[in-house]
């Protein structure tokens, strides 16, 4: 354990809170429209951060006065299953105490945003309502169980997860008082209300202490076949190892986080490791004490490298192991040979194995909003009024409707189409394999524009491939506003990494199936010429491809200067041929690659 003379701030402020109390329920009601700093840190376990409209700002002065501050809450959904009923719910308070817009996160859960102070007691009490939470949707605790959404009864498998999930998600809990206190009272009569989980808590947290964790803590439960949930990116991985059709234990990964400090060098991604093979009965007792280790040894000095990766980086997995197998009190087996091998969207119509079927709708970087000729708010709305379907999130920020007649799929697709959402058949693969975080102008941390960037380069991106014939091509392309990496974007195919203000760094050569890093392949690339940066890269690729080789593949196997020497002589004999009046030097000229 950390010693306490070297304790980050941070450390000091959840110690001395009294379980996460702190000074935020007397800050509610101080008339300002802002929390301080101690409060700012707790708020975070309370599901929503502090943020300042940057837009809004600039506007008003020019980006040079007041912050105009606002909040984000955050609600978490296990494994993203949610009823008409409360998406509903989340949709009524974006238009009333929001910014009208909702959106999808990239682990399942939802975000409201433009939030102002004086409005979030009602928001969280609102959500509440309708039995969801905002309780370590944020924070140095177990965020958001993230679980393969598909609701497949062919098997009793994907259940299985789905209640793990659950089980999960309650048992790591935090269980202080605080959140009930603070934001669930009756006004009237002081009692608490009754919430999703029921108002009884626990002064003491048995997994957390009061310090809670040193850093914030992922965990995702999927499957070899279909890694939709990106196992090797979370601190802590389950995936579950099948025989005839059941679970018969899950491959325990540790270790994986996606942040990255731009200016500490000492800080890095990482994908998780394969620790150990355990059964059903064991999964949620290990899963404890893995977090008890970290929670014990994790760095609690520094928390640019606070997170599971680096103390098992600094340790090594066999120490890692062998403390879990102290703390759980027996020794744990070798992993089993089972690794992912396939990713599945869930995209379009599928049958569910129980008569009925479910719809799987691409949202475009999640957000759910009305603009133009585009009303998925509106539609979404409709469904949910008329069919009452149940929901699932996708870890890609997209939708399910699941439990959907058969008789009801006509009619849903039409709903859809009247109010201008496009199918997700309708759209390309580059557009459907794509993700972004916030970013600008709400997002405190971003340096670079990603959620209001991206959709235009992939309008770019489509006219490339498509002209050099690569259009059915699958590949991830994820962009993030700065390196902390929350759209996932360093085990992506492409990643687009905000850098500097306008400028972009280029990562390539990681895969769909999610289990290998990228690398750096040009770094601080203006906006303008992100995609001018990618196209000769995707001619080479289809010039030397082998075959049935994917994208990320092909570059994972020429590499990073191997692909610069490639397009570096490409562009020379392009601007040769612009300057000998000859023409376009087009995909129909063959360049042989330079030797390495």
């Not at 707790?42 to 837009?55: E, F, I, P, S, W």
Request: aromatic share 8%; hydrophobic share 35%.
């Amino acid at each position: 354990m950390s010693d306490e003379a070297k304790l980050s701030p941070v450390e000091g402020i959840k110690s001395e809170s009294h379980f996460l109390r702190g000074a935020i329920a007397d800050e509610l009601v101080d008339g300002q429209d802002f929390f301080g700093k101690e409060s700012i840190q707790l708020l975070k376990h309370h599901g929503t951060y502090q943020q300042d409209d940057r837009d809004y700002r600039a506007q008003r002065s020019g980006g040079k006065g007041d912050k105009a501050f606002i909040f984000m809450v955050r609600t978490r959904v296990p494994g993203g299953k949610l009823t008409s009923e409360q998406l509903l719910a989340e949709l009524d308070l974006c238009d009333e105490l929001g910014n009208t817009t909702l959106r999808c996160t990239s682990r399942q859960g939802l975000q409201l945003h433009g939030v102002v102070k004086q409005n979030l007691k009602a928001v969280i009490g609102r959500i509440n309502q309708v039995q969801l939470s905002t309780l370590a949707a944020c924070g140095d605790v177990e965020r958001n169980i993230m679980c393969c959404p598909a609701p497949h009864h062919f098997d009793p498998v994907h259940a299985q997860m789905q209640a793990l999930t659950d089980r999960l998600a309650a048992h790591l809990a935090p269980r202080t008082r605080a959140y009930h206190e603070i934001w669930l009272k009756d006004p009237a009569t002081g009692e608490d209300q009754l919430v999703a989980g029921g108002p009884n808590g626990h002064e003491v947290e048995p997994i957390y202490g009061a310090s809670y964790l040193p850093r914030k803590f992922k965990t995702a439960i999927g499957l070899p076949g279909d890694n939709c949930v990106d196992l090797y990116a979370n601190d802590l991985g389950l995936m579950a190892v099948c025989e005839n059709f059941q679970i018969v234990g899950y491959n325990v990964l540790v270790g994986g986080s996606m942040g990255v400090t731009p200016s500490a060098k000492k800080t890095f991604p990482a994908l998780a490791k394969r620790m150990t093979f355990v059964t059903p009965d064991q999964v949620v007792d290990v899963a404890t004490q893995v977090i008890k280790v970290q929670r014990d040894f994790g760095n609690r000095a520094d928390r640019k490298v606070a997170r599971l990766k680096y103390l098992i980086a600094d340790r090594g997995l066999p120490w890692f192991k062998s403390k879990v197998e102290e703390y759980y009190g027996h020794k744990l087996p070798d992993p089993h040979p089972d690794d992912v091998t396939g990713f599945d969207d869930h995209l379009g119509w599928h049958e569910q194995g129980d008569g009925r079927w479910y719809y799987g709708l691409n949202i475009e970087n999640g957000r759910i909003h009305d603009s133009g000729d585009l009303r998925l708010k509106t539609a979404l709305r409709e469904i949910c009024r008329t069919y009452r379907p149940n929901l699932r999130i996708t870890s890609h920020q997209s939708m399910l409707f699941t439990d959907v007649a058969a008789e009801n799929r006509t009619a849903l697709e039409e709903i859809l189409r009247r109010h201008g959402v496009k199918l997700s058949h309708e759209i390309s693969n580059a557009r459907r394999w794509s993700m972004a975080c916030v970013a600008w102008p709400t997002c405190g941390l971003s340096i670079t524009e990603a959620e209001r960037a991206l959709p235009g380069m992939i309008d770019k991106i489509e006219v490339e491939l498509a002209r050099l014939g690569l259009s059915s091509e699958r590949f991830t392309i994820r962009m993030t506003g700065c390196p902390n990496g929350c759209a996932r974007p360093y085990n992506s195919d492409v990643g687009l990494v905000g850098k500097t203000a306008g400028k972009y760094t280029i990562f390539l050569g990681g895969r769909l199936l999610g289990d290998r890093l990228n690398f750096l392949y040009k770094d601080l690339v203006p906006e303008d010429e992100v995609v001018a940066a990618l196209a000769p890269v995707l001619l080479h690729f289809k010039q030397d491809r082998e075959p049935g080789e994917t994208f990320g593949d092909f570059c994972h196997r020429k590499g990073a200067e191997n692909l610069l020497a490639w397009t570096d002589n490409y562009e020379r004999q392009r601007a040769a041929v612009k300057s000998n009046g000859n023409g376009h030097l087009g995909a129909s000229i063959a360049l042989e690659a330079p030797a390495a």
